[in-house]
């Protein structure tokens, strides 16, 4: 049988650190030692263990125990994944000669590396690194210039660190392969960019995808930009959303601002287009549904909420579901009155709220369903905030006397209801 203390001249009893009866009453130098010798011992073991291997691979896992390979082996014995137990073998090849089908032996990969693992002086973390960075090497240097490399590296790893080994990597690098490696490709690959969104059987859709760095950062700058909390208002109330709620609102600002822009393809500048799949009456009073560019449905209130700053197409519905009148399109507020309106209002109206024009909706006092015209007595600037509040919420906004949007709050915010102004547009 197999000496191992024998084999590696130790004694048997001074082999494994001894450990006190009562391991509480050790003080700190006691422990600091028992844990270094304990290490060196789960290195010197991990070495040896290591040659074990080279061995076996050597002579060849099937010839002796009927397995494929030594990996799937020592998986079996060790009680390890595959992945584990190649991790280990791979290991073990590079720092122990082995010996080919003809008998002759190959040398190892690190032998400055295996001598300094021998004594269980690095673990596996260094020998691993070192291994990576022998591999990254030119592979056209001399083999006397990859032994010194692999010497400067083993003398490090001791007393190194992962960064002090990543830069002793950079210092070879630039020595042995000043000019870098040869580009592989002649041009750069195309940036990875995958995005999927699928409609979920609740009606919310499910937004997954992959950016490569640039384009998440600027993804993230932008989403961060619009994601800022709202300022506590005039009341002392707060913005209560959480961060992930902010970056779902700042996306569909984003998404808002793209839409709108004239060059958009598919929109030229509107911002949303519905096909109204409700009667008018329904439509006006609230109850029913539409359809969003026949994908899904919504509720007619947001029908109304949407048709605010948008193309509108009416359809009429006969009571068999059938279309009765597809009506034209009709195009609401035009530039120039979007112009003027960012003028009048300079963003959102809304008291206190600080959202510029281009993240505003243009909003119909008196809605167009109702009969309201498109002017700019009967248009103000919201956000998509305060114009879901306007239109779910108990607000109220009407045209001053002056020409300019006020806004009244509930009784239960403002039992007086007092009519509000947006001062922080214009000072």
């Known amino acids: 049988m197999f000496d191992f203390f024998g084999y ?3 004694v048997p009893e001074t082999f494994l650190p001894e450990l006190p009866q009562e391991l509480w009453r050790a003080g700190k130098l006691e422990l600091a030692h028992g844990v270094q010798h304990a290490l060196q011992v789960i290195r010197i073991a991990t070495a040896c263990l290591g040659q074990f291997l080279a061995e076996i691979e050597s002579r060849g896992a099937k010839d002796l125990y009927g397995h494929g390979s030594t990996a799937s082996w020592l998986a079996e014995i060790a009680g390890l994944s595959r992945g ?4 280990v073998v791979k290991r073990a090849i590079a720092l122990n000669p082995t010996r080919a089908l003809d008998g002759t032996e190959v040398p190892p990969l690190a032998p400055a590396t295996a001598a300094v693992a ?8 260094r020998i691993d690194q070192i291994l990576e960075i022998l591999k990254n090497l030119p592979a056209d240097i001399s083999a006397e210039d990859r032994a010194g490399a692999e010497q400067i590296l083993a003398n490090l790893a001791p007393n190194a660190g992962p960064r002090q080994l990543a830069k002793a990597e950079a210092n070879l ?15 750069p690959k195309e940036p990875r960019r995958e995005i999927t969104l699928e409609r979920r059987k609740d009606g919310f859709w499910k937004l997954t995808g992959l950016l490569d760095d640039e384009t998440g950062a600027r993804t993230a700058a932008a989403l961060e930009a619009h994601a800022q909390p709202r300022p506590v208002d005039e009341f002392g109330q707060a ?5 992930c709620e902010r970056m779902g609102d700042a ?7 793209a839409i709108a822009c004239p060059d958009q393809p598919g929109t030229s500048g509107y911002r949303t287009l519905v096909h109204v799949t409700v009667g008018l009456e329904e439509l006006k009073s609230g109850l029913g549904t539409a359809c969003l560019d026949f994908v899904g449905t919504m509720t007619a209130r947001e029908a109304r909420l949407a048709a605010c700053d948008c193309l509108m197409v009416p359809v009429v519905m006969g009571a068999s579901g059938e279309p009765l009148d597809m009506g034209r399109l009709r195009r ?26 281009k993240n505003c909706h243009a909003h119909h006092i008196h809605h167009w369903a109702d009969g309201g015209p498109t002017d700019l007595r009967n248009l103000v600037l919201l956000c998509g905030f305060h114009h879901r509040l306007i239109h779910h919420g108990d607000w109220e906004v009407r045209m001053a006397a002056d020409g300019l949007p006020e806004f009244i709050p509930p009784q239960y915010r403002d039992p007086l209801r007092k009519p509000r102004r947006n001062t922080l547009h214009h000072v």
């Open 84 to 87: 584990e137990a190649s991790a």
């Open 8 to 10: 590696y001249g130790v």
């Open 332 to 357: 609401f507020v035009t530039p120039g009155q979007r112009r003027a309106l960012n003028i009048r209002d300079g963003g959102c109206a809304f008291p206190g709220c600080h959202r510029k024009p």
């Open 251 to 257: 996306w569909a600002e984003l998404l808002d601002l």
């Open 239 to 243: 913005d209560l959303r959480m961060k």
């Open 173 to 187: 690098q630039g020595l042995l392969n000043p000019d870098g490696n040869e580009p592989k490709d002649p041009e």
């Open 118 to 125: 021998a004594q269980g002086l690095v673990g596996d973390e």
